[in-house]
């Protein structure tokens, strides 16, 4: 009898595991999950350090079809404001026969990208947490506009080569124009479109977690692209998060 009961108890117990990993994933059916949220986007690998996270828009639309029951297949289409803030200073030098100009800029800006993202996911799905899946994938992205909008603050700092040969330069190391005496100041505004490759390649990673068909996802992208296609490109790659709600519709 004791082994009966425990028979009955060991089934129960599969069933219900089965009927969990179902209602996480149907099998052969296709689902379609509207979503939207936000994105924390910055750049990595950059040859300058004044890029900074900036926060944008995300939203779209995922279909979803059930391998079995623990696997998912989906591909969205997703629209993705990214970009980054630009804050901070650089220093330029220039000589002539007399002088050595040191010639410092501050910058205060957005890089704004906004790109039609196609990611297609493998979403596994845990049976042990129900409604939990890891997801990774393949994205490209196809830019819909770019602007860069930038105010730049220059300051020209003279030192005669007289004084550089007795050591009486400037601390290259501080970039704080108020730091210096000058002989000219200048600002400028600077609005330019144009500057990043059409085309973005991605890979995301994420989780996600489903509750009576809501749906929390969130997303890491690491770029594979160097989007700057100026004429001195930098190399810098998009990186962002990526936190959404979604629901569910079954087809």
């Known amino acids: 009898m004791n082994r009966m009961k425990r028979l009955a ?3 129960v117990i599969v069933s219900n595991f089965v009927l969990c990993a179902k209602a996480q994933n149907p099998v052969g059916q296709f689902s379609l999950k509207p979503m939207a949220g936000v994105n924390i986007s910055t750049f990595a690998n950059a040859a300058v350090d004044m890029y900074h996270t900036k ?3 995300t939203g779209g639309v995922e279909l979803e079809y059930g391998v079995n029951s623990w696997l998912g297949v989906s591909a969205g289409l997703l629209y993705s404001q990214q970009g980054v803030k630009i804050e901070g200073s650089a220093l330029a030098i220039s000589q002539d026969a007399e002088f ?3 010639i410092a800029t501050e910058m205060d800006g957005k890089l704004k990208c906004d790109y039609l993202n196609l990611p297609v996911m493998a979403n596994f799905y ?3 947490i129900k409604g939990l899946a890891v997801k990774a994938g393949v994205q490209i992205g196809f830019l819909a506009s770019d602007k860069i909008s930038v105010d730049t603050k220059n300051v020209i700092m003279p030192v005669s080569l007289e004084d550089m040969e007795n050591n ?6 501080v970039y704080n124009l108020n730091d210096y005496p000058r002989t000219s100041m200048t600002s400028q505004s600077v609005s330019q479109s144009g500057v990043c490759k059409s085309v973005d390649f991605c890979i995301p990673l994420g989780l996600s977690y489903e ?3 809501i749906t929390l996802d969130a997303r890491y992208y690491f770029g594979l692209t160097q989007i700057d296609k ?3 490109p930098d190399t810098a790659q998009n990186r962002y998060l990526s936190i959404t709600l979604g629901y569910r519709f079954g087809l």
Request: no cysteine; aromatic share 24%.
């Open 9 to 11: 108890f060991v089934l």
């Open 211 to 213: 509750y009576k068909n």
């Open 55 to 57: 926060v944008g828009f």
């Open 230 to 232: 100026t004429e001195n």
């Open 100 to 102: 050595i100009y040191y």
């Open 168 to 173: 009486k330069g400037y601390n290259l190391e």
């Open 126 to 128: 845990i049976p042990a």
